[in-house]
């Protein structure tokens, strides 16, 4: 029963992470290199961001840059805002981006309804996320778009509406977003670089950003992600998770098939002269091994029937903090189930056979 809910535990928290994984985010995420933007005084790194990306945009491996937040990682940057008119009491808290003009389309974030920001837009216009906009109270994009806010106690425009993305893991449910357009490095944060979609050229790509980085901030190593990874290492805790599980599964599973590997023995030794006698009368060896293992996988079965509700039970706790989440079906606990009687009669077969096999004259004779 405990290797059964395990393997079920095993099978489950692979595939939902595999999805947490796979899923679409809202954005693209594969093909883009990350680097951090050089603190001013602490790196000596005096030069303009927006040199560096400028440095990049003639070279044909590299298909955009942009410099700003990441879609989705684990920080937080809130600022209140709230509809022109309404009272401070009626601020909202939600999480700010800031980011170039050219963010939208290195990420391909969809966008609904108006357009996209610009470098001037610095003072006087916002991009909200579906989210955001019903948060504000407003019924569609054609509502939203040009009204008036206060953001960050500034009179700015809603100039564009984006679809939702995931800014969070998909723990979380998703977060009202609003994108601004800085030109301060601080709250940018990092260089985002979308390479050719032809994988060939990456390292050429690579080489090139290594020379103008050394170029442009010689005083700070030069050191870069792809940021399919930084988003892989969100999910650090349900990785340690599935190595622990993973791990006891294997432990029970082992002693499950010594403890079979045991019991047949004991059988086989028991019913030495009855498998003889048989036999002699012209029972095959798959008979035999049937006879010895039919008891054992009744057994086996009943615990799979024990053990379901059980995994059933711990899966749902385990999802329930997961807002999206693979949908509980049959055939989840059905594979299990299967490979947990493979495995168990692949186990009472190895010793069966050997009784099978044996001479039944020796069998006849045996003390």
């Not at 692979?14 to 990350?34: E, R």
């Not at 040009?146 to 509406?161: A, H, L, M, P, T």
């Not at 290594?210 to 988003?231: A, C, L, N």
Request: glycine share 6%.
């Amino acid at each position: 029963i405990i290797a059964q809910v395990f393997l079920i535990g095993t099978f489950v928290i692979t595939i939902q992470i595999k999805h947490m994984l796979k899923s679409d985010l809202g954005f693209t995420k594969d093909a883009i290199v990350t680097v951090s933007i050089p603190n001013r005084a602490a790196d000596k790194a005096t030069t303009d961001p927006f040199v560096f990306k400028q440095a990049l945009s003639k070279y044909p491996e590299i298909t955009r840059v942009s410099l700003g937040h990441f879609p989705m990682d684990d920080s937080y940057w809130g600022n209140r805002i709230r509809r022109y008119g309404e009272e401070e009491i009626k601020n909202r808290i939600m999480q700010y981006k800031y980011v170039d003009q050219d963010y939208i389309d290195l990420y391909d974030i969809k966008l609904l309804a108006g357009r996209k920001l610009m470098m001037s837009d610095t003072s006087s216009g916002i991009i909200i996320n579906e989210k955001a906009m019903t948060e504000l109270g407003y019924k569609n994009v054609d509502e939203a778009i040009g009204q008036s806010v206060i953001s960050r106690d500034k009179n700015v425009k809603i100039v564009g509406i984006i679809a939702n993305f995931h800014s969070k893991d998909l723990h979380q449910q998703f977060n009202p977003i609003v994108m601004e357009v800085s030109t301060n490095r601080g709250p940018l944060g990092h260089i985002n670089i979308r390479l050719d979609h032809d994988s060939k050229k990456w390292s050429t790509a690579l080489a090139n950003l290594e020379k103008e980085w050394k170029s442009i901030y010689p005083h700070v190593k030069f050191s870069y992600r792809f940021y399919d990874q930084e988003i892989k290492s969100l999910y650090e805790a349900d990785m340690r998770l599935s190595k622990i599980i993973n791990l006891a599964t294997a432990i029970t599973l082992l002693l499950s098939c010594l403890g079979l590997v045991g019991l047949v023995t004991i059988t086989t030794v028991q019913r030495t002269k009855e498998i003889g006698i048989r036999k002699v009368l012209g029972s095959t060896v798959t008979g035999i091994i049937g006879l010895l293992s039919k008891d054992y996988i009744k057994l086996i079965i009943i615990s799979i029937l024990v053990s379901t509700p059980i995994a059933w039970w711990a899966i749902h706790e385990w999802l329930r903090d997961i807002t999206f989440k693979i949908d509980i079906q049959w055939w989840l606990f059905f594979i299990p189930a299967v490979l947990t009687i493979g495995i168990a009669f692949l186990t009472l077969s190895f010793q069966s056979l050997r009784a099978a096999r044996t001479n039944p004259v020796d069998s006849l004779r045996d003390e």
